[in-house]
């Protein structure tokens, strides 16, 4: 303690916290501005109607789902799968289909990353392929417009990026020898090469095992008479006079986000020439790997693929050796699992589902209510903590985490998944937000009976589970742990992604396992058992170090699944508060430090998602109900509750509440891969909630005289 105050009274935090502390005098820009009053909020009513609207939005289940939204890529691919197997899409789909992109085409009139990109090559290309295919005339506003946007840009269509110089090749609508090459061969090179595919990333994985297999087959997309008509559309010279071979390397830079670099060039140039003559024998057996491979995969993955994206090009594989295989009808009728349809936006196809991800955040949210709360909750907590319990995965894969394995599967017994489960691709931080969910409810007040509780070996298993996604470093991967160093992202072929070609130690994936792993400790002990009891303490103290070691100088953590530093201090901070890090330590403060200096003048906090790819702090032109719920939940760890840039930030949210006890849809809050931003529809729900709640129960007079104390201990407290 000492030791800590001496370090504390000579560190410039202390001098800055001080200040904040005494005078609340805070702004975006640093500590300079005028004293903004502190407001006191009449908490209660904006509390119960958060309640009353998320408890609303329980399915029979006992879960909580909200849709995640991303793009019309998936859209787009879905209906040229239908086309390429023979599928008609009714007519009343197909309008609601068509509905989709007129609501999501940007201004000028173009398809984004996301809801708040501009326009990108790739994915108005692929709407417009698949708005002709619907049966949208060319002369309908739709296409006109998207032509227009396409024609403008440098390079046309003849720009756009990897994935959709491979998917306008199937659709006879680009040269295949525009298309850099992945020839399956290379899923039987040996895997002690750095850059094997059974290294990369496990979506990465998944997408280029059904593009190997395609691409070695040379799979042509039947579209009929409308190929001529989209020729002349799509490109203003003939199509038999461009010289696809020549825009190999070509990107606009609108789509771009990681050059192909000189040793991804120098390797597609090899694989050029081997394409030329490529050995018949090596290529009929690579092919018949990958099928293997894609079949395992659909039938583990119980036809839903590990996501939509592999999983439509698991289909057309599956198609292409054989239209009439018997699990193509199958994989087809998986697909659905990932269709999202509403009357405001129409049909379309989410990336990922998030049934755990939000019930456990749901649960969580409501089990921070005041004790003298939680009975009006208890019946929506029971629910949820069954539904959780009926998630996880109780079986094994067959081979799974065997060393022999073709598959190179990692076991997932003990695991939760992102979403219902159904595709049994379980994942480090779900699993340990569902135990913490779980575990939580086992406390004071628990409203579950004993006879209902999660037994002892089912969380022992999620505990092994845990451990098993831990790397070297003490960091945690999301669905493995990581299989390969940095030098696979120097042969990113993907060129719209970044940082997705292997696992890595995620900030907030370490954070959730750090809480997960301490609440297993906590609630069980020696129940553990001695030998993973060990495993469980030494697996914490390596996340700790990790965590306290990823420090900006500035004070913020950087996030990788969220939008950005707001959301990875958050999970950083809320974790080593759970560790028994006390809120006095410098990395606590100088969290805060960083947080009260990004706060805006009317209380809230706002993040720009182009945060995410500057590697920079940028503030959004708003404040954010999601932003400002992180930043509050991590400064009611670091300072009293009634510091006035809580106080102040309560008011923004208390202010921001509609008049249901929902709270506006604003920017996009997630992420994945550097540009790939997702709107959350479910975080402005529950994270709200869970920072008024916190407030709540940390605000009343005896708690409050606690946290004064807390601040007093300090010097100059």
């Known amino acids: 303690w000492a030791s800590c105050v001496d370090i504390w009274h000579r560190s410039s935090c202390f001098r800055t916290m001080n200040t904040l502390m005494n005078t609340g005098m805070?702004?975006?820009?640093?500590?300079?501005?005028?004293?903004?009053?502190?407001?006191?909020?009449?908490?209660?009513?904006?509390?119960?109607?958060?309640?009353?609207?998320?408890?609303?939005?329980?399915?029979?289940?006992?879960?909580?789902?909200?849709?995640?939204?991303?793009?019309?890529?998936?859209?787009?691919?879905?209906?040229?799968?239908?086309?390429?197997?023979?599928?008609?899409?009714?007519?009343?789909?197909?309008?609601?289909?068509?509905?989709?992109?007129?609501?999501?085409?940007?201004?000028?009139?173009?398809?984004?990353?996301?809801?708040?990109?501009?326009?990108?090559?790739?994915?108005?290309?692929?709407?417009?392929?698949?708005?002709?295919?619907?049966?949208?005339?060319?002369?309908?506003?739709?296409?006109?417009?998207?032509?227009?946007?396409?024609?403008?840009?440098?390079?046309?269509?003849?720009?756009?990026?990897?994935?959709?110089?491979?998917?306008?090749?199937?659709?006879?609508?680009?040269?295949?020898?525009?298309?850099?090459?992945?020839?399956?061969?290379?899923?039987?090179?040996?895997?002690?090469?750095?850059?094997?595919?059974?290294?990369?990333?496990?979506?990465?994985?998944?997408?280029?095992?059904?593009?190997?297999?395609?691409?070695?087959?040379?799979?042509?997309?039947?579209?009929?008479?409308?190929?001529?008509?989209?020729?002349?559309?799509?490109?203003?010279?003939?199509?038999?006079?461009?010289?696809?071979?020549?825009?190999?390397?070509?990107?606009?830079?609108?789509?771009?986000?990681?050059?192909?670099?000189?040793?991804?060039?120098?390797?597609?140039?090899?694989?050029?020439?081997?394409?030329?003559?490529?050995?018949?024998?090596?290529?009929?057996?690579?092919?018949?790997?990958?099928?293997?491979?894609?079949?395992?995969?659909?039938?583990?993955?119980?036809?839903?693929?590990?996501?939509?994206?592999?999983?439509?090009?698991?289909?057309?594989?599956?198609?292409?050796?054989?239209?009439?295989?018997?699990?193509?009808?199958?994989?087809?009728?998986?697909?659905?699992?990932?269709?999202?349809?509403?009357?405001?936006?129409?049909?379309?196809?989410?990336?990922?589902?998030?049934?755990?991800?939000?019930?456990?955040?749901?649960?969580?949210?409501?089990?921070?209510?005041?004790?003298?709360?939680?009975?009006?909750?208890?019946?929506?907590?029971?629910?949820?903590?069954?539904?959780?319990?009926?998630?996880?995965?109780?079986?094994?894969?067959?081979?799974?985490g065997a060393e022999s394995s073709l598959e190179q599967r990692e076991p997932i017994l003990g695991g939760w998944c992102f979403s219902d489960g159904v595709h049994r691709w379980p994942v480090s931080d779900c699993t340990a937000e569902a135990v913490c969910a779980l575990l939580t409810l086992h406390g004071e007040q628990s409203p579950v009976p004993l006879s209902d509780r999660m037994s002892v070996e089912r969380l022992c298993h999620a505990a092994r589970f845990i451990l098993r996604r831990q790397n070297a470093d003490g960091g945690f991967g999301s669905y493995e742990a990581r299989r390969a160093g940095s030098v696979l992202e120097n042969v990113n072929p993907s060129e719209m992604y970044g940082s997705c070609m292997t696992e890595r130690s995620y900030l907030e994936c370490t954070s959730s396992c750090l809480r997960g792993l301490v609440a297993l400790r906590n609630h069980l002990g020696a129940q553990l058992g001695g030998p993973l009891l060990i495993q469980v303490n030494t697996a914490i103290a390596a996340a700790v170090t990790r965590l306290r070691d990823s420090q900006r100088a500035d004070g913020a953590f950087p996030g990788f699944w969220g939008v950005n530093f707001t959301y990875g201090t958050f999970h950083v901070i809320e974790a080593l508060h759970e560790a028994g890090i006390p809120v006095h330590d410098p990395v606590v403060q100088r969290a805060a430090v960083w947080l009260i200096r990004k706060q805006r003048p009317d209380g809230g906090w706002g993040e720009h998602f182009s945060s995410c790819l500057s590697g920079e702090y940028v503030p959004h032109e708003q404040s954010q109900v999601v932003s400002t719920s992180w930043a509050l939940l991590t400064l009611l760890i670091a300072l009293p509750a009634s510091h006035p840039a809580i106080e102040r930030g309560v008011s923004f949210l208390s202010a921001a509440q509609l008049a249901d006890g929902s709270f506006p849809q604003q920017a996009q809050a997630g992420v994945f891969f550097g540009t790939a931003m997702l709107d959350y529809r479910l975080y402005k729900s529950y994270f709200p909630l869970w920072a008024l709640a916190r407030y709540v129960r940390l605000r009343n007079p005896q708690r409050e005289e606690v946290g004064h104390a807390r601040c007093a201990a300090l010097p100059g407290g």
């Open 26 to 400: 805070t702004t975006q820009a640093g500590l300079e501005a005028t004293s903004i009053p502190a407001l006191r909020p009449p908490i209660p009513a904006p509390l119960a109607g958060a309640i009353t609207h998320l408890c609303s939005l329980q399915q029979t289940d006992g879960g909580w789902e909200g849709e995640m939204v991303w793009n019309t890529m998936i859209l787009s691919q879905y209906i040229l799968v239908q086309k390429a197997c023979g599928r008609a899409i009714p007519k009343a789909a197909a309008d609601q289909m068509v509905k989709h992109y007129r609501k999501t085409r940007t201004s000028d009139g173009a398809w984004g990353m996301h809801g708040e990109s501009l326009g990108y090559v790739y994915f108005t290309t692929l709407a417009y392929v698949a708005l002709r295919v619907l049966g949208v005339s060319p002369q309908d506003p739709l296409c006109v417009e998207a032509r227009q946007w396409l024609r403008k840009q440098p390079e046309g269509v003849l720009g756009i990026p990897h994935w959709g110089k491979f998917w306008l090749a199937m659709c006879g609508l680009y040269g295949w020898e525009g298309v850099n090459p992945f020839p399956p061969e290379l899923f039987v090179t040996p895997k002690w090469i750095p850059i094997h595919p059974f290294r990369f990333y496990n979506h990465t994985r998944y997408i280029y095992l059904g593009i190997a297999y395609l691409y070695g087959k040379r799979f042509q997309i039947d579209l009929g008479e409308l190929t001529e008509s989209l020729r002349r559309e799509l490109f203003d010279r003939p199509f038999a006079q461009i010289d696809f071979h020549s825009y190999r390397h070509t990107v606009a830079k609108s789509d771009l986000y990681v050059a192909p670099s000189v040793v991804l060039k120098a390797g597609y140039e090899l694989l050029h020439q081997y394409e030329k003559r490529p050995l018949r024998a090596l290529r009929e057996h690579a092919l018949g790997f990958c099928l293997d491979r894609i079949l395992y995969e659909m039938k583990a993955s119980r036809y839903q693929g590990l996501s939509p994206v592999n999983g439509l090009l698991n289909c057309l594989a599956l198609y292409a050796h054989n239209p009439r295989h018997p699990e193509l009808a199958k994989s087809l009728e998986g697909m659905e699992a990932w269709k999202w349809e509403d009357e405001a936006e129409g049909i379309r196809y989410c990336g990922a589902r998030s049934n755990t991800w939000d019930t456990a955040f749901a649960a969580l949210a409501l089990s921070e209510l005041p004790l003298e709360m939680r009975p009006q909750v208890a019946s929506s907590l029971r629910q949820a903590y069954q539904h959780l319990c009926d998630l996880q995965m109780q079986d094994e894969l067959p081979d799974a």
